[in-house]
């Protein structure tokens, strides 16, 4: 079984794990493809730094809603530095999170708009984040129809999902689906797609079953593989293959 964790954080100054012991784990685990995704144009560095350092990661640089405020100054610099730039395999995650507003509304907006350019321009797939704020989402993405990307860590409803489908957007699915107690989620994710569904872990958070109380990391990616090859009645050698190249697709790895 091989799989792809397409968003971790395991790069993170903050992480409290011992990152290359993870990174080791995980690759003797099956996980054969890491995706480490920035949130601020430093933590951006740090990803496209590691993914250098580390034959089987890539990087997504972006700056996170939470962060907007800060601005995106430096994050093309990343993009132009030749050296880098052959493990920036995505923009992200950007988004927007009216739950949090860490940062106001308007800022919110003006630099996912200016990310989307950046995606654009670069032919860049986009991780995004998005948090009770789809109206505005939709209406921005709409400006940008040559954008593809994913829904990351999706719980929205199932006529979201269908408005991400109907753009060519893939969904993705960590560890919240093997502990929800929401039956509309559940629902959903029993019936996405699986052509349109990427693994993550969102590591070192929303760590799945059965190792809640831990911090998480890429090689649980292999709980949700398990936890989705059962509802959906597959096999989980089967789900792997078919998430591996849904993210092979989207990310060009």
């Known amino acids: 079984m091989q799989l792809i964790d397409t968003h971790c954080h395991i790069h993170s100054d903050d992480y409290k794990l011992d990152a290359n012991e993870v990174y080791r784990r995980a690759i003797i685990g099956g996980v054969t493809k890491i995706i480490c995704v920035g949130t601020n144009v430093s933590d951006s560095k740090l990803a496209a730094e590691w993914a250098m350092m580390h034959k089987n990661s890539w990087a997504s640089i972006g700056v996170h809603p939470h962060e907007a405020k800060h601005g995106t100054a430096g994050l093309e610099d990343i993009l132009k530095d ?15 999170d009216y739950f949090y507003e860490h940062s106001d509304r308007q800022t919110q907006m003006k630099v996912f708009e200016a990310q989307l350019q950046i995606a654009n321009d670069a032919n860049l797939p986009v991780i995004f984040h998005v ?16 954008i593809r990307g994913v829904l990351h860590s999706f719980t929205d409803t199932q006529a979201n999902a269908d408005k991400a489908l109907q753009r060519g957007l893939y969904i993705g699915i960590n560890g919240i689906a093997t502990f929800t107690k929401d039956q509309n989620q559940q629902n959903m994710y029993k ?17 799945p079953v059965p190792h809640r109380g831990k911090l998480n990391e890429p090689v649980f990616v292999r709980e949700v593989a398990r936890y ?26």
């Not at 030749?82 to 395999?89: D, G, N, Q, R, Y």
């Not at 948090?131 to 040559?146: T, V």
């Not at 797609?193 to 929303?206: G, H, I, M, N």
Request: a negative charge; glycine letters at 2%.
């Open 228 to 253: 989705l090859s059962t509802v959906r009645s597959t096999s989980v050698d089967e789900l792997a293959l078919l998430t591996t190249h849904n993210a092979t697709n989207l990310f060009h790895f």
């Open 131 to 146: 948090r009770e704020a789809f109206d505005d989402f939709w209406s921005i993405i709409d400006k940008f129809p040559n």
């Open 191 to 207: 019936n996405l797609p699986l052509e349109k569904v990427l693994l993550e872990t969102d590591a070192p958070y929303l760590t």
């Open 82 to 96: 030749e050296s880098w730039a052959p493990k920036v395999v995505a923009i992200g995650e950007i988004g927007l």
